[in-house]
């Protein structure tokens, strides 16, 4: 198995957890200058997901994997992107099936999932290489508390 590197996320928390996938979906971008990315065209994206957190669950666990596993792989893997409505839209270029919007989407649902366990880990990166020689990385931003 090749180990992969991923670019490193700082952050205060004493444990931290990587969880790889592969998806396999089909998309394409719903805009004139999006060039041959308009067309239906797909991908083995590969996806990393870094979870944080100071506290292990009550299975001495920060999250299980096969949870991460679940979550993402059961939305999108043999799927086609475009399709999935409550996800992406052609009405926002926010929306539409990018690698990057993927990757949000992939943290939106992940994040939405752990803010219901008592211990709170966190999202704190999500990978997704589209190609050999193309990713994204996502990293939530904190919001700022006006003091």
């Not at 920060?62 to 992406?88: A, M, P, S, T």
Request: proline letters at 5%.
């Amino acid at each position: 198995m090749i180990q992969q590197m991923y670019p490193q996320v700082f952050h205060p928390y004493c444990y931290e957890l990587n969880k790889d996938m592969h998806i396999a979906a089909a998309h394409f971008v719903p805009h004139p200058s999006a060039g041959n990315c308009r067309n239906l065209h797909g991908h083995t994206y590969f996806v990393n997901v870094t979870i944080a957190g100071d506290k292990l669950n009550e299975s001495g666990f920060l999250v299980d994997f096969k949870r991460l596993k679940d979550l993402i792989h059961g939305r999108f893997d043999h799927r086609i992107l475009n399709d999935d409505k409550e996800l992406f839209n052609s009405d926002s270029s926010d929306d539409f099936p990018t690698t990057e919007a993927v990757a949000r989407k992939i943290w939106e649902i992940i994040q939405k999932d752990l803010d219901g366990l008592s211990h709170s880990p966190q999202c704190v990166q999500v990978f997704v290489r589209e190609t050999p020689t193309s990713y994204v990385v996502y990293r939530p931003k904190k919001v700022q508390e006006n003091e």
